[in-house]
């Protein structure tokens, strides 16, 4: 018996730091800037506590990012903004080959979810904390890490 595939469950991990606008200075701020002004905003939009000091040195940038943390009014943004994929939609612009009008590029979006997941290093590998939960294995590994037990299987909310 043959079935079809009608559905598949997609999950991408991205830092929150890529919430951070661009860097003051840098060419993306430039473009975006001209881009904002040109739509009748205020490129002020793009100003963020984050780079109010400049003085660090370009190699540390990294470094401070990966220790920012993304406050909840951003998150609720982007789970606003996340919601717009919601239903039925053309996405000529992610398949290859195929003409925006080919009746094959729809695709409908049944749910979208935007969570916090803590990532944590065991022997110079990152993992998801619910990765290391869903496997027993783990247990042994992960009292060597720097989280207790009882962090680490408390939610990124708490």
Known sequence: MFR???SRKYTYYFPSYLLLPPKPGSNLHRV???HIEASGYKASSLKHPFWSDLSFPKDLDLQRKRTWRVDQGQIEK????AR???GTHNFHNFTVGRDASD???MRHIKSVEVRLVRIIEISHSQYTVEDCRSCDVW???VDKCT???PEFYA???E
């Open 4 to 6: 079809a595939c009608d």
């Open 32 to 34: 975006l800037s001209q």
């Open 84 to 86: 717009k994929f919601l």
């Open 103 to 105: 009746k094959s590029n």
């Open 139 to 141: 247990r042994d590994r």
């Open 147 to 149: 989280l207790s037990w």
């Open 155 to 157: 939610s990124p909310s």
């Open 78 to 81: 982007l789970r606003a903004t």
